[in-house]
């Protein structure tokens, strides 16, 4: 199969995940690796400067596939201003991006709705030059990212599980908002499932009458949670050798959380309003197990913690 893989921002959990899945199912094919800085079979690139950038001249594919794992605002610019020659040798472009877009928009701090706009707008040109470019194009939105993998863990079920390991109790709401995570392994399924469908279609038409794939995917894990029953499932889920299984969960008052995030707000804006999207519904993403037609995995799905 005459295709090639570049893979922008794989040094994270969703990146470890990611390539062996790839080498997996395309063993054939090539795949290059990417960085900012000189690391093991990496390729180094520099995204200030866009122009100067060149595919490896080991490359010879007719079909190129671009992932990106980065910050979607960094990869929109950089994609975007890519010498012409480049990009025209470009045949899909996979973009991971955040659900931070839709969850964000409304938020009432100014760092919030900066980046909710950031992410859309870099979403929507990414689309709007691809489309123009007659280049496929994936952007895949997920929620909650959670796991570990050999180099890396997250910073969002990691956090909590610090939270819980070194605090005797937390306090939440009565009315704790949904939460729909998703783990780095879903993810990268995800991902290569949307691969396939532009391969599987690729290989069948791949003179001029091919039909490019254009579309915007919202994803999160299979189970829908609230803040106080995704807590507790993490710790029925830990060894009892583990400290944050211990941790007290107390449900309060919805009026006395609120008066006690209150002195939140006299050190920082932003966090007072982090803790008061525990209230949220972050959910109502279409599931990883529809999107790739597999069995429902329930949460959490393992390993999301170091032993």
């Known amino acids: 199969m005459d295709i090639s893989f570049h893979v922008f921002g794989s040094r994270s959990i969703t990146g470890e995940s990611l390539l062996p899945l790839l080498l997996r199912n395309y063993p054939s094919c090539s795949l290059f690796l990417y960085s900012r800085s000189h690391f093991n079979n990496y390729y180094c690139v520099d995204f200030s400067r866009p122009s100067l950038f060149r595919f490896p001249s080991s490359d010879t594919s007719s079909c190129r596939i671009v992932i990106s794992l980065l910050p979607s605002w960094i990869f929109s610019n950089f994609l975007q201003s890519l010498d012409p020659v480049v990009r025209s040798s470009i045949s899909c472009v996979v973009s991971l991006s955040s659900t931070s877009?839709?969850?964000?928009?409304?938020?009432?701090n100014s760092f919030d709705k900066s980046l909710s706009n950031c992410l859309y707008k870099s979403i929507q040109s990414l689309k709007s030059f691809c489309d123009l470019s007659d280049i496929s194009f994936v952007s895949i939105q997920p929620s909650l990212i959670y796991g570990i993998t050999n180099s890396y863990s997250d910073h969002n079920i990691s956090t909590i599980l610090q939270i819980l390991t070194y605090l005797p109790f937390i306090c939440l709401p009565n009315n704790s908002g949904l939460r729909q995570p998703?783990?780095?392994?879903?993810?990268?399924?995800?991902?290569c499932h949307q691969i396939s469908l532009f391969v599987e279609q690729y290989s069948v038409n791949?003179?001029?009458?091919?039909?490019?794939i254009s579309s915007i995917?919202?994803?999160g894990g299979d189970s829908v949670l609230s803040y106080y029953d995704l807590i507790i499932s993490l710790q029925k889920s830990l060894p009892y050798s583990h400290p944050a299984r211990y941790c007290l969960v107390f449900r309060i008052p919805d009026r006395l959380f609120v008066f006690l995030a209150s002195f939140v707000l006299l050190f920082s804006f932003k966090s007072?309003?982090?803790v008061l999207r525990v209230f949220s519904d972050l959910s109502g993403f279409s599931s990883?197990?529809?999107?790739?037609?597999?069995?429902?995995?329930s949460f959490p799905v393992f390993p999301f913690y170091r032993l």
């Open 101 to 108: 877009y839709l969850t964000k928009r409304f938020s009432f």
């Open 182 to 191: 998703i783990h780095c392994s879903q993810l990268a399924s995800v991902i």
């Open 206 to 212: 791949s003179s001029s009458s091919f039909n490019h």
């Open 217 to 219: 995917i919202d994803v």
């Open 272 to 274: 007072y309003e982090s």
């Open 288 to 297: 990883a197990s529809s999107e790739i037609d597999s069995n429902i995995s």
